[in-house]
């Protein structure tokens, strides 16, 4: 556990010493920005932009057991919304949905852009990180994170130089040519999580990236993911259990309810950007903190009670 | 690492090699201690005597066997996996085909072998098709099996890349299905060699099959005996060459 924090730290350092696409250059302008916006009012809200994805009445039942029950949720561009709730909630179904594997129940309505579209016209639009990794194991490091770009029809070689240039930020520089087998958890996240940042869509689903990985990794990783998501300003929707990643990782936190899934708190988190790994102790973190955990509480009795463990 | 595998391969080669020696040594020692006759039993030294004077002869009815193996080898190889895919893109006809397959499967497929002399003829051809036969199945069921390997989680994630039913077949269902594909494709390399023997034995111009029948035939035991040794040596040789790039390439497993 504790090698592999260390492994992580040797060569987010080295990462942050490499030069034009390190960490340290990553962070000035995103500073330079948070002083020239005082307000702390995200941009999109100012230019009234449109959401990028708007959900209404979205149901979706399998046989009998309603996962999801006229879930409702917007997100605009650019903004990192956190998604908790107690486990079975429906929140990996809203995700396929998303990612455009499933078509929730008839009656729905679904915008993205602005424009109703089902489900499926969603494939090949959202960049999907599964809970897992699933890395390829026949494919080494580089050519696990091009294989969206191949997919699209990208050649072959042009991916892997542009891969090859994200290497550093994602602290894996010198490991293109490894093999999952010889990867650590944490390392692993950030391949998948490079495939994820190379297929360049508007929005990206991640689906309790870090779950798996040790409290040191894992919140080494969030800092990494709120650098990374910064310079790059994508749209994330981000499942996790966590509370504390909940709050430190977002903009809004949707907290939804047992099964059948809907939202049942949306909860703005105004903390200053960047976020230092000691916000986390502040009054105001604190705050929040206390209010989803009721509301998660209510719900995690709730779905306790009736799945009857 | 890939040292590390070489050394270790060396030693179980060099094992092998010791293991089939010392055979050997015991049984020149037992032919000769107890006198056996030839017809029970010939001497190793009489056996390698035998090859050395017969070489020419064994070495063409070799080639013979060794061009049908293999030829019916590949043929059935690529049916098979054909097989497969074709199965597993079309799920419709999965029970029948599967049906059907582990019904012929579960007859020896050489007895299937005097039909195929009687349709084919005592050429070339009616081995190359029992061979093809004998490893196409076995290859289709291993097929199958790999390719029913495939996590729903990681089509999923490749769907959500765009990827249509050709891209999710060859860059993710056909990779995992490829080492049990591969294995399959070994178990086969020593079946194709025997249906190709078994089937010379029931009629041929030419082969060690036909080579063994005909030195049963003129009570010539040593002849049988070279011809065997040469036979396991083609097969020996045939499986270590696919176990070779099993190794080699199937690296994840």
């Known amino acids: ?309 | 690492m890939s040292t590390v595998a070489a050394s270790s391969n060396a030693r179980r080669i060099g094992r092998g090699f010791a293991g089939a020696f010392l055979l050997a040594a015991i049984w020149e020692l037992s032919v000769r201690g107890f006198n056996l006759p030839t017809y029970v039993l010939p001497s190793v030294s009489s056996i390698l005597a035998g090859m050395v004077a017969d070489a020419g002869k064994l070495a063409a009815a070799a080639r013979f066997t060794a061009a049908e193996a293999l030829t019916g080898y590949l043929l059935g190889c690529v049916i098979g996996i054909a097989a497969a895919v074709g199965v597993s893109m079309v799920p419709r006809t999965r029970s029948a085909v599967m049906s059907v397959a582990t019904a012929i499967n579960s007859v020896p497929v050489v007895a299937y072998s005097p039909l195929v002399l009687l349709w084919l003829g005592i050429g070339m051809t009616s081995k190359i098709v029992m061979v093809a036969v004998a490893v196409s199945f076995t290859v289709f069921l291993s097929t199958v099996a790999g390719l029913d390997r495939v996590d729903r989680k990681s089509i999923d994630l490749v769907r959500s890349f765009g990827a249509g039913r050709m891209a999710v077949l060859w860059r993710l269902r056909l990779p995992t299905a490829l080492p049990l594909i591969i294995a399959g494709m070994r178990v086969s390399t020593v079946r194709s060699v025997i249906v190709a023997i078994v089937t010379e034995m029931l009629g041929a111009y030419g082969g060690l099959g036909w080579v063994i029948y005909q030195a049963v035939l003129q009570i010539d035991f040593v002849q049988v005996w070279a011809a065997i040794i040469v036979a396991s040596a083609i097969s020996l040789c045939f499986f270590g060459v696919i176990s070779f790039i099993e190794q080699r390439y199937i690296f994840w497993r």
């Open chain 1, 1 to 309: 556990m504790t090698d592999m924090s260390i492994a992580w730290s040797e060569d987010y350092a080295c990462g942050l010493n490499s030069g034009a696409r390190g960490l340290a250059g990553l962070l000035r302008p995103v500073k330079a920005e948070a002083l020239a916006a005082p307000a702390a009012e995200p941009a999109w809200t100012a230019s009234g932009d449109r959401p990028l994805i708007e959900l209404r009445k979205v149901s979706k039942s399998f046989g009998p057991v309603i996962a999801l029950d006229n879930l409702e949720a917007t997100i605009l561009p650019g903004e990192l919304v956190t998604v908790v709730g107690p486990s079975g909630c429906g929140k990996s179904t809203l995700f396929n949905i998303l990612a455009g594997l499933e078509e929730p129940d008839p009656g729905n309505i679904l915008r993205f852009r602005g424009k109703s579209s089902a489900a499926s016209e969603l494939l090949g639009q959202v960049s999907f990180m599964p809970q897992r990794d699933l890395l390829l194991p026949w494919r080494n490091v580089i050519d696990n994170a091009i294989l969206a770009l191949e997919i699209e029809g990208m050649p072959r070689a042009q991916a892997r130089a542009e891969a090859l240039k994200m290497l550093p930020e994602f602290g894996l520089s010198g490991f293109e040519a490894q093999y999952p087998n010889q990867l650590s958890g944490g390392m692993r996240q950030r391949v998948a999580l490079m495939r994820t940042f190379l297929f360049k869509r508007d929005l990206m689903l991640l689906d309790e990236p870090f779950g798996a990985l040790d409290a040191l990794t894992r919140t080494m990783m969030q800092r990494w993911l709120l650098d990374v998501w910064q310079k790059h300003r994508r749209t994330v929707l981000f499942i996790t259990h966590d509370v504390d990643e909940a709050i430190f990782l977002g903009d809004r936190v949707l907290v939804m309810t047992a099964r059948p899934g809907k939202v049942k708190l949306e909860q703005k988190i105004d903390l200053p950007r960047p976020r230092k790994a000691d916000i986390v102790t502040s009054p105001e973190f604190v705050g929040l903190k206390k209010t989803l955990l009721d509301a998660i509480e209510e719900e995690s009795m709730k779905s306790f009670m009736t799945s009857g463990h």
